[in-house]
């Protein structure tokens, strides 16, 4: 299977990947060298800006990058870390939508507007109210409601909320306990703030029942969705199972059925991807640590088609290459 790595200057992760105007544009994450040691709180995460990348051929053609379109010194409620963004377009403007730790150390959610898919992005003064957590997807339905999912546990601080309110002591679930679920938000009108409460997104079995905490496919961080033959195919990372995981629901909610592993584990702890259609062929967008030498925080971005068998079932994608 042919892979490529689209972005061998410089080191990018958590590729969020959209079509706009006939040409796909990648919203990584920025990765940068980093001193400090590797920690389960996500430390050695240390981005610090945003560039936006573009191209009109996935395997072949050059990726153009558009610069720095967003930085820390921009956002004026900045504390660190400018993880995993989103770009959703909606009548002719652009929203990104990233997540950054406030001056407090908790994660919240910003939104910035541009004119062009390219950007520059301009901030809000304020996070979005009660957002939380980390990794946000935005999804447009064919309705034309915009859906975001998001949350990630460790260093992503899910684990922190229960029902949307923050816990005085926090816990994962364990063993047996149904496994602690990502969240989705239906995006108010002017696309600034949420327009509900969030909720839970459930992944269960064939049975019904809901995967449980010791299993190692249930989610962890880095929700995707896209819809293929009018299904829902929410695709996530089990995290420190360092699977790309997916499972299928009739609606925007859920439940989504479990249905397989898309990507075994790559070289490096994390595994972040989007999935995309462009010009009739499916691609699945990601990262792995090959080029660094395995520095999980050092990453770089990659691409493969993916493909559908006839009941739309993906078939599994080996994360590490065997040298051909
Ligand atoms: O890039 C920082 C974090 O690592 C992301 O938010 C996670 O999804 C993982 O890729």
């Given at each position: 299977?042919?892979?490529?790595?689209?972005?061998?200057?410089?080191?990018?992760?958590?590729?969020s990947v959209h079509v706009f105007n006939g040409?796909v544009y990648?919203?990584?994450?920025?990765?940068?060298?980093?001193?400090?040691?590797?920690?389960?709180?996500?430390?050695?995460?240390?981005?610090?800006?945003?560039?936006?990348?573009?191209?009109?051929?996935?395997?072949?053609?050059?990726?153009?990058?558009?610069?720095?379109?967003?930085?820390?010194?921009?956002?004026?409620?900045?504390?660190?870390?400018?993880?995993?963004?989103d770009v959703a377009e909606k009548d002719g403007k652009y929203y990104?939508y990233?997540?950054?730790?406030?001056?407090?150390?908790?994660?919240?959610?910003?939104?910035?507007?541009?004119?062009?898919p390219?950007?520059?992005?301009?901030?809000?003064?304020?996070?979005?109210?009660?957002?939380?957590?980390?990794?946000m997807a935005v999804f447009k339905d064919d309705d034309g409601s915009y859906y975001m999912y998001?949350?990630?546990?460790?260093?992503?601080?899910?684990?922190?909320?229960?029902?949307?309110?923050?816990?005085?002591?926090?816990?994962?679930?364990?063993?047996?306990?149904?496994?602690?679920?990502?969240?989705i938000v239906k995006l108010s009108d002017?696309m600034?703030?949420?327009g509900e409460?969030?909720k839970?997104v459930?992944?269960?079995?064939?049975?019904?029942?809901?995967?449980?905490?010791?299993?190692?496919?249930?989610?962890?961080?880095?929700s995707w969705m896209h819809k293929y033959n009018g299904k829902y195919y929410l695709s996530?990372?089990?995290?420190?199972?360092?699977?790309?995981?997916y499972a299928i629901g009739d609606n925007p909610y859920g439940p989504f059925?479990?249905?397989?592993?898309?990507?075994?584990?790559?070289?490096?702890?994390?595994?972040?991807?989007s999935i995309v259609e462009y010009k009739g062929?499916w691609?699945?967008?990601?990262?792995?640590?090959?080029?660094?030498?395995?520095?999980?925080?050092?990453?770089?971005?990659?691409?493969?088609?993916?493909?559908y068998?006839?009941?739309g079932?993906?078939?599994?994608?080996?994360?590490?290459?065997?040298?051909?």
């Amino acid at each position: 299977m042919k892979k490529r790595y689209l972005f061998p200057s410089d080191y990018m992760a958590d590729p969020s990947v959209h079509v706009f105007n006939g040409r796909v544009y990648i919203y990584p994450s920025h990765d940068w060298e980093c001193e400090n040691v590797e920690n389960d709180n996500g430390d050695q995460y240390v981005m610090k800006d945003y560039h936006v990348l573009s191209t009109d051929d996935v395997m072949n053609g050059e990726v153009v990058d558009h610069g720095k379109v967003l930085g820390l010194e921009d956002i004026p409620w900045a504390g660190r870390q400018l993880w995993d963004c989103d770009v959703a377009e909606k009548d002719g403007k652009y929203y990104m939508y990233f997540p950054m730790k406030d001056r407090n150390d908790v994660f919240h959610h910003g939104v910035a507007i541009a004119d062009r898919p390219e950007g520059p992005f301009i901030p809000q003064p304020d996070p979005i109210r009660g957002s939380y957590s980390i990794d946000m997807a935005v999804f447009k339905d064919d309705d034309g409601s915009y859906y975001m999912y998001f949350g990630g546990i460790w260093g992503g601080q899910l684990q922190r909320y229960r029902d949307n309110i923050a816990l005085e002591n926090p816990t994962l679930p364990e063993g047996k306990e149904p496994a602690l679920p990502s969240r989705i938000v239906k995006l108010s009108d002017d696309m600034l703030q949420y327009g509900e409460e969030p909720k839970a997104v459930l992944v269960v079995d064939e049975e019904g029942k809901p995967l449980t905490a010791d299993n190692p496919y249930r989610f962890f961080e880095a929700s995707w969705m896209h819809k293929y033959n009018g299904k829902y195919y929410l695709s996530y990372s089990t995290g420190d199972t360092h699977m790309l995981c997916y499972a299928i629901g009739d609606n925007p909610y859920g439940p989504f059925t479990y249905q397989g592993v898309i990507l075994t584990p790559v070289v490096g702890w994390t595994t972040h991807h989007s999935i995309v259609e462009y010009k009739g062929k499916w691609y699945l967008f990601h990262h792995d640590s090959v080029p660094s030498g395995g520095k999980s925080w050092l990453r770089s971005l990659k691409v493969c088609e993916i493909e559908y068998d006839e009941q739309g079932h993906i078939k599994t994608i080996e994360g590490i290459d065997n040298p051909e």
